[in-house]
């Protein structure tokens, strides 16, 4: 900008040299010619970019204000993977599941071990001089001295845990967003419980997160409207709204800023923005 500037003042000097030493010698092509040069000056000082009072600040990347990675609970083999990357999903659409089968059958031999407890714990009731069918007639402390000898409460407890594995065999997304990395899941391969499948990202609010020098932090405000670009779409400014700035200086004298766009047509995670304030 400054070079700008100093192309245009310079270009304003020679056009009054030409006029003030055309004025006196009363050619009129001359005049004109002057006259021309000025006009020349005052167009190139309505020109955008000498009045642009923009200026480039920082290079920053586009981000989710809200990204989750989708991950399983537990061990388990993969069916088909049907998922690709970009594709939209909303809140509870079920996204992966795993092979039920042995978890039904953990479930089935849970219950049977509760069944067996059940009874184990009605002859502990009967040897204590109650009649079968009878346990609702027993005294709580003494039904729940039965349960914890029979192993009734472990096998309840195992049941239930049982029952939440095979309910974690189908996995589903846990907001609305687009789906992202999931190319390297494979179908019908193992996972491990924690292991990450792929990332929802919640492309509705987009922030933008960039550096500025310590110098210019008093241009900066909570609050402050900026403008970003992307190179993509370069002809493009959207609007952003300042809502946080660092506390510290990192080592290289910057500052990182967040503000949060208000319209993100056109824009997508991962890109590259060209703020100006």
Not at 10 to 26: F, K, R, V, Y
Not at 76 to 87: A, F, M, R, S
Not at 248 to 256: D, K, T, W
Request: with cysteine; charged share 25%; glycine share 6%.
């Amino acid at each position: 900008m400054t070079r700008n500037y100093i192309i245009i003042f310079t270009a304003l000097i020679m056009a009054l040299s030409i006029s003030s030493c055309n004025g006196g010698n009363g050619n009129v092509s001359s005049v004109e010619k002057g006259k021309d040069t000025q006009r020349q000056v005052v167009a190139a000082l309505r020109r955008p970019e000498a009045v642009n009072t923009n200026m480039l600040v920082s290079k920053g990347v586009i981000k989710s204000d809200n990204e989750v990675a989708v991950f399983s609970r537990i061990t388990g083999q993969l069916n088909e993977v049907k998922l690709i990357d970009g594709q939209k999903v909303k809140k509870g659409d079920v996204l992966f599941t795993l092979d039920p089968d042995e978890l039904r059958m953990q479930v089935e031999l849970a219950e049977a071990q509760l069944e067996q407890a059940y009874l184990k714990t009605e002859e502990i009731v009967i040897g204590l001089g109650y009649q079968k069918g009878q346990m609702n007639k027993v005294p709580q402390a003494l039904l729940r001295a039965a349960k914890i000898k029979s192993g009734y409460n472990v096998a309840e407890k195992e049941l239930a845990l049982a029952r939440k594995k095979l309910e974690n065999s189908i996995i589903k997304a846990p907001l609305s967003g687009v789906i992202a990395n999931v190319s390297s899941t494979k179908s019908y391969s193992y996972v491990n419980p924690g292991q990450t499948l792929c990332k929802i990202v919640d492309t509705g609010k987009l922030i933008v997160e960039f550096s500025i020098l310590e110098s210019e932090l008093d241009r900066f405000a909570v609050g402050k409207e900026i403008l970003i670009n992307s190179l993509a779409y370069s002809d493009e400014y959207h609007s952003a709204e300042v809502r946080s700035i660092g506390s510290i200086v990192n080592e290289a004298g910057m500052v990182i800023v967040e503000a949060e766009i208000s319209d993100n047509r056109h824009l997508m995670p991962g890109m590259t923005a060209i703020i100006k304030l």
